[in-house]
């Protein structure tokens, strides 16, 4: 099983460069940053691409209902990031999420060539979905039971559509400490009050903290994360730290590197 690791896109540049550096010099997958309304995911990946060569790059997703298509392809193209390397992740809460994310994967291959399109992928429908036409699909706040559930149905829309099954990638949240913990348990609180991610806890019947990984120590990281060993074909650590400074985040890259 592959590891990636994930920030905040708005963290400090420097943490993003340094990051990005130890990531790759630990043998990490992939890099990726996500898509907030108060920042662009696309720049703050671009600082990522500059200081690495074969870390695959990922943004972990932009809403279409938010940012269109034609934007994003822009956005790629003005911040020169490399499409052999980049996973570009889209998504769209309801209404017309499943309408707005085949159409928007289309439009993204016609303007972007080869890229290769990740999709959110929370309910059956999308999981579905997400197997029919996807690169690949993008689990968040899930455990590695329901995980392998989603799974399933991402391959069985994969058969109906006569394809091979996107890689499975799934965002593990990760903490190390009780400061760290703390920020961890606002932050899935925080979830916990959207509709969408209401509805997807209740589904699995468990608390959005209870889909994370909040270690002691850093030596208890990798162990816990073995968990998931066989689910997909990725594990992207999601970095929650007390502070957000730079030596918390590679002490975060450092434990969970992969085995």
């Known amino acids: 099983m592959r590891h990636g ?11 993003i460069r340094a990051s990005a550096r130890e990531a790759e010099s630990l043998g990490y997958a992939s890099f990726w940053v996500n898509h907030p ?8 990946l671009a600082v990522a691409a500059r200081e690495t060569r074969r870390l695959a790059l990922g943004v972990g997703v932009i809403p279409l209902h938010t940012r269109n298509p034609e934007s994003i392809a822009q956005g790629v193209r003005a911040h020169a990031l490399p499409t052999d390397r980049l996973l570009l992740g889209v998504g769209s809460p309801n209404p017309g999420s499943l309408a707005r994310v ?7 291959r016609s303007q972007l060539g080869g890229v290769r399109v990740i999709v959110a992928a929370l309910g059956p429908k999308m ?12 689990f968040n706040w899930l455990t590695p039971e329901y995980a392998r559930a989603s799974a399933d149905l991402v391959r069985a829309g994969a058969a109906a559509a006569r394809r091979q099954p996107p ?10 400490g009780p400061e760290a913990h703390d920020r961890l348990l606002s932050e899935a ?15 699995m019947g468990i608390k959005p903290v209870e889909t994370a990984i909040a270690a002691p ?6 162990p816990a994360l073995r968990k998931w060993d066989g689910v997909v074909d990725e594990v992207v650590i999601r970095a929650i730290t007390g502070k957000d400074t730079t030596e ?3 002490a975060l890259i450092r434990a969970a590197k992969p085995e």
């Open 248 to 250: 918390e985040n590679l």
């Open 37 to 44: 309304g108060s920042t662009d995911g696309l720049a703050s």
């Open 189 to 203: 609180n925080r979830y916990g009050g959207v509709p969408a991610y209401a509805a997807h806890f209740e589904r």
């Open 217 to 222: 120590s850093a030596d208890a990281v990798r």
């Open 127 to 138: 999981c579905r979905l997400a197997g029919e036409i996807a690169d690949g699909v993008l």
């Open 167 to 176: 890689t499975l990638y799934a965002y593990i949240r990760v903490a190390i």
């Open 102 to 108: 085949r159409e928007g994967v289309a439009a993204l």
């Open 5 to 15: 690791f994930a920030l905040f896109a708005g963290i400090d540049q420097d943490i």
